[in-house]
């Protein structure tokens, strides 16, 4: 494991805001996933090291996970999520980056750069196994109805992992402990509530993500053995992004920035030193 990180905090309209941070040079941001007992540090501690040889990276805990606060907006998290990450790269005085985001973050991402006037300055983008669709299958539920059980995170890490390393102690031991962290679940469980009798789930972004109007080079890495997504769906995305390509990892699934940690690393400094 890279270590070679500083863990900080700093005060976003009055949201005390965690992230971590290594190296300098231009920018890099590192966006972690949603799933129960995410955070940066779980997400990225295996690529901060080789990234910041070239950049200063910056992975931050978005709203309501890991050690930022436990805030959550039921009117539009999604984008109070946004809204709060424009704000801290502001603060931390980031006026462009490359920008890298996991599963939901990798969504989110790919809207942002949709938009007319996007709210982050990114000069390359990579979506690890995000953006495009995500069916709801019976995978995806082992995800969304986690329960605080040890037995049930090993359940899930099996989803998002090929490798067992990652299903197993002392990884499954921590990841289960900081699942627990106060406010942790609370806050992740609520963006699955859903009042009785109300159809749908509010806006739907991946419907208004236009892909084709996203215009800075963007790479799609991608697990050959992904359960939450369907066969050939980097390919079929990234054909609708101008300058989107594809690399696929054929030992990883949901996660291949840690099932394959080495080979993510290379390839993606590749994509983010060249011309």
Request: charged share 20%; proline share 5%.
């Amino acid at each position: 494991m890279d270590v070679g990180f500083e863990s900080k905090f700093i005060t976003v309209d009055g949201i005390r805001t965690h992230y971590l941070e290594a190296g300098s040079g231009p920018a890099v941001v590192l966006l972690h996933s949603g799933e129960f007992g995410a955070c940066a540090e779980l997400s990225w501690e295996h690529n901060i090291g080789a990234l910041a040889r070239h950049f200063r990276v910056i992975a931050p805990d978005w709203l309501g996970f890991g050690q930022t606060d436990k805030l959550f907006d039921f009117r539009d998290m999604f984008q109070r999520r946004i809204d709060h990450m424009t704000r801290l790269v502001e603060a931390l005085g980031i006026r462009e980056a490359a920008f890298m985001g996991n599963s939901m973050a990798g969504g989110m991402l790919a809207w942002a750069l949709s938009q007319p006037n996007p709210p982050w300055p990114v000069t390359k983008a990579v979506l690890v196994s995000g953006g495009g669709y995500a069916p709801e299958n019976q995978y995806r539920q082992v995800l969304n109805s986690y329960d605080g059980t040890k037995e049930h995170m090993q359940r899930m890490l099996q989803v998002l992992f090929f490798h067992p390393q990652w299903w197993s102690d002392p990884y499954l031991e921590r990841r289960w402990r900081l699942s627990l962290e106060p406010g942790s679940w609370e806050c992740t469980a609520a963006a699955r509530f859903r009042m009785p009798g109300r159809s749908g789930g509010g806006r739907n972004r991946h419907a208004e993500t236009r892909y084709e109007a996203i215009r800075v080079p963007t790479l799609i890495a991608a697990g050959r053995q992904d359960y939450l997504r369907e066969p050939g769906w980097a390919d079929q995305l990234a054909a609708q992004i101008p300058l989107g390509r594809v690399v696929w990892f054929e030992e990883a699934r949901h996660c291949p920035h840690i099932d394959c940690a080495e080979d993510f690393n290379q390839t993606v400094l590749q994509f983010l030193l060249e011309d």
